[in-house]
T-cell receptor
Framework: DTGVSQDPRHKITKRGQNVTFRCDPISEHNRLYWYRQTLGQGPEFLTYFQNEAQLEKSRLLSDRFSAERPKGSFSTLEIQRTEQGDSAMYLC????????????FGPGTRLLVL | KNEVEQSPQNLTAQEGEFITINCSYSVGISALHWLQQHPGGGIVSLFMLSSGKKKHGRLIATINIQEKHSSLHITASHPRDSAVYIC??????????????FGKGTKLTVNP
């Protein structure tokens, strides 16, 4: 257990539905990252927060994706109008200060869109 | 071509063997990470390197910045080392942006 938790661990949804995932980072960590990992691939960067500010979003993050970290603590990642191509493992990680620091990963949320 | 390439993609070894996993990258970096991912998804950071060599238990990681290459070695491999090992590089900031770029991973299976 790294101290980063994600909920739910698994989600099955039908195409077109909205889903929301939650990440609780290690409490003193000010940076929070979201990644997506498809089968057989390494993780791909989606977005990251410094406290409550979203500092960068990947081109992978289409308009259907939105992430928030309202109080600089937990974060949510919402996918609207899900598509089968959204099926993946969504990973959250946190670190203290910045990229120089070790990132601690959560267990991931595995999404299956039918 | 991916910015981070790992080899081999799959590796099967017998318990006790010496393991080497390689990572090559094509971009300027400020650091390189080696990560371990077990079935079910959990990722653990093993090393962060910007130069030279680091050792932790039976794991050794080296990096050659000039050659843009890193290796992860496992001595006296054990079945519990079976996992996917992922190399990730922290790219140099461009326009204020730094990001981690990941390789596809090397799946290691150590048989008893």
């Amino acid at each position: 257990d790294t101290g980063v938790s994600q909920d739910p661990r698994h989600k099955i949804t039908k195409r077109g539905q909205n889903v929301t995932f939650r990440c609780d980072p290690i409490s003193e960590h000010n940076r929070l990252y979201w990644y997506r990992q498809t089968l057989g691939q390494g993780p791909e960067f989606l977005t990251y927060f410094q406290n409550e500010a979203q500092l960068e979003k990947s081109r992978l993050l289409s308009d259907r994706f939105s992430a928030e970290r309202p109080k600089g603590s937990f974060s949510t990642l919402e996918i609207q109008r899900t598509e089968q191509g959204d099926s993946a493992m969504y990973l959250c990680a946190s670190s203290f200060r910045g990229f120089q620091e070790t990132q601690y990963f959560g267990p991931g949320t595995r999404l299956l869109v039918l | 071509k991916n910015e981070v390439e790992q080899s081999p993609q799959n590796l099967t070894a017998q318990e006790g063997e010496f393991i080497t996993i390689n990572c090559s990258y094509s971009v300027g970096i400020s650091a390189l990470h080696w990560l371990q991912q077990h079935p079910g998804g959990g990722i653990v950071s093993l090393f962060m390197l910007s130069s030279g060599k680091k050792k932790h238990g039976r794991l050794i990681a080296t990096i050659n910045i000039q050659e843009k290459h890193s290796s992860l070695h496992i001595t006296a491999s054990h079945p519990r080392d079976s996992a996917v090992y992922i190399c990730a590089v922290r790219t140099l900031p461009q326009g204020g942006s730094e990001k981690l770029v990941f390789g596809k991973g090397t799946k290691l299976t150590v048989n008893p």
